[in-house]
């Protein structure tokens, strides 16, 4: 915890941070194009989720939706990675020492994992999930990442309120 | 005007409004539905812009993939809506006099302007052009539209975030 401070202390010091610091419309500006990629990702993810579920677009493969929406998520997470990086830079202290940040972390890391578990299943055997006996095994799956996005969303705006005063 | 007041006031001291502002964890909470269901809300209507444009779901027909879309868009829409009521309703007063939200409001209504006016200019002849893979202008248009309106809406919803004073 204490190296985490000082490295923050640092991280605030850099010329870089104090650009991000100063410049009133930088963070703002980064913040809305992070929810804009956030609502991308996590949009996609659900929707393969509700195909799984068979209430959104039943009269396409499940392979066909999957290879729609799951591949483009990467590019997408590399924004996010970059701006999220910025704004930790611009204000170290208000995630780096702070819990919610790292169970945003972690959740997002369960993300990917799942995300991309789906991904090779399905593109790999397409009626993976379409038969009865596997059809469960599925619905599972897709409630867990309906469940750990939503826990991303909530995690990352509880960020604000959870920060070292 | 007295009586948009009285009922903007009616609403800002009701005990629903009062144990939002009071409470610690109320606020966030819903603060979080809004954005959940926000997200859904952008990057579902995102799907149908993108294939207006003719860069995505090329192969789904348009009126197809707007009856799968919408039904998603307008259920998380009405949770955005209704937990947006909530979160203004706690500080009605300054969030009114707050430029950004109601630049939010107006360009959330031209959103909705923008889907009637492609629904009515578009029903009429989309089964002839609704398996092009990039449909004609005024589709295109009504997608580059929606895509611009809401980028400026969620920026809105961020900037209100930082001109409000204390709550």
Not at chain 2, 111 to 117: E, S
Request: hydrophobic share 55%.
């Amino acid at each position: 915890m204490l190296a985490l401070t000082g490295f923050s202390k640092w991280l605030a010091a850099t010329s870089l941070s104090h650009t991000i610091q100063t410049v009133t419309w930088i963070i703002p500006t980064l913040q809305t194009i992070h929810i804009l990629c956030v609502a991308n990702a996590f949009s996609s993810a659900v929707l393969v989720d509700l195909r799984i579920f068979r209430v959104f677009e039943r009269d396409e493969p499940l392979r066909e939706v999957t290879r729609r929406f799951l591949p483009p998520i990467w590019p997408v997470l590399l924004i996010l990675l970059a701006t999220g990086s910025l704004l930790i830079i611009g204000e170290p202290r208000r995630s780096l020492v702070n819990t919610t940040f790292y169970l945003k972390m972690a959740l997002l890391l369960v993300a990917i994992l799942l995300t991309a578990t789906l991904q090779r299943m399905v593109l790999a055997a397409p009626e993976v999930f379409e038969d009865r006996s596997r059809q469960l095994a599925g619905r599972a799956l897709a409630t867990v990442s309906i469940l750990v996005w939503c826990g991303i969303l909530f995690a990352g705006r509880w960020i604000a309120y959870t920060q070292a005063g | 005007m007295s009586y948009i007041q009285n009922l903007i006031a009616f609403f800002e001291d009701s005990s629903i409004a009062d144990s939002i502002r009071e409470n610690d964890t109320l606020f966030p909470t819903i603060e979080s539905i809004h954005v959940v269901a926000i997200c859904l809300v952008v990057g579902s209507i995102l799907v149908l812009d993108l294939r207006l444009l003719g860069f995505a779901s090329m192969n789904r027909p348009v009126g197809r993939l707007t009856r799968a879309i919408l039904p998603v868009t307008w259920g998380a829409f009405a949770i955005a809506a209704s937990s947006g009521f909530l979160l203004f309703i706690s500080n009605a007063t300054k969030y009114l006099a707050n430029g950004y939200f109601d630049a939010k409001i107006v360009l959330i209504c031209m959103a909705g302007l923008n889907m009637i006016v492609f629904h009515a200019v578009s029903t009429k002849d989309l089964p002839q052009w609704e398996k092009q893979k990039s449909p004609p202008l005024r589709a295109r248009i009504a997608g580059a539209l929606s895509i611009l309106l809401w980028i400026a809406i969620v920026a809105c919803g961020r900037w209100i975030g930082f001109t409000m004073q204390e709550l």
